[in-house]
């Protein structure tokens, strides 16, 4: 019995479910938005936000943030329209936001057709307050500048989709993990 793609896909997704709190990386095969819903499956990470929103003109940072006659920019970036799905997670169970950084990024790197655009670790990436408020405005993620790590991913099968990852460390007890999906939208 044939059923349709909808169908063959929850069934896909519900049967992964079990194993994707133990192994995340292992599943991540089938594109950005199933990695991210494992990652919210996770037992190690806690939920704090998440939205999706249509955003117009959306601009994804390629640089580290600098201040230019006043004023924070990136370095490089691309501005890029679509729909955006932003996810924060506390990081918990004794695992760091570097652990599951660093678990995000083999997960995307067995992604066909997953290319690293951007990355930058520590002070490099600029000032953390900046990515905190104004960046993602999530406040929470303000942490330790030396702890940070900043990431963007494109998919070729995605229509230009774009992966961005952000981790923050406060404190042993307060580290985050920030990741947004662009899909972009047709032109």
């Known amino acids: 019995m044939k059923y349709p793609v909808i169908i063959r896909l929850a069934l896909v ?6 194993f994707a709190c133990a192994s995340i990386a292992s599943t991540a095969l089938d594109g950005p938005e199933l990695l991210l819903r494992q990652f919210d499956e996770s037992v190690h990470l806690r939920q704090i936000t998440f ?3 249509e955003v117009v003109d959306h601009e994804i940072g390629l640089g580290a943030l ?3 006659r006043g004023e924070w920019h990136f370095k490089h970036s691309e501005r890029q329209s679509g729909t955006l799905l932003s996810y924060t997670w506390q990081v918990v169970d004794g695992y760091s936001a570097a652990d599951m950084m660093a678990q995000l990024i083999d997960s995307v790197s067995r992604i066909e057709g997953a290319t690293s655009l951007f990355s930058c670790d520590g002070r490099a990436c600029g000032r953390a307050v900046q990515w905190a408020n104004r960046v993602f405005n999530e406040r929470v993620l303000y942490g330790r500048e030396d702890n940070q790590q900043y ?4 998919f070729d099968g995605e229509q230009g989709a774009r992966l ?4 923050a460390e406060r404190t042993a007890d307060r ?5 947004e999906l662009l899909l972009t939208a047709p032109q």
């Open 66 to 68: 600098q201040k230019i």
């Open 13 to 18: 997704v519900a049967s992964a479910m079990p």
């Open 151 to 154: 990431r963007v991913f494109s």
């Open 51 to 53: 939205a999706s929103e």
């Open 175 to 179: 580290q985050y993990l920030h990741v």
């Open 164 to 167: 961005i990852a952000y981790s």
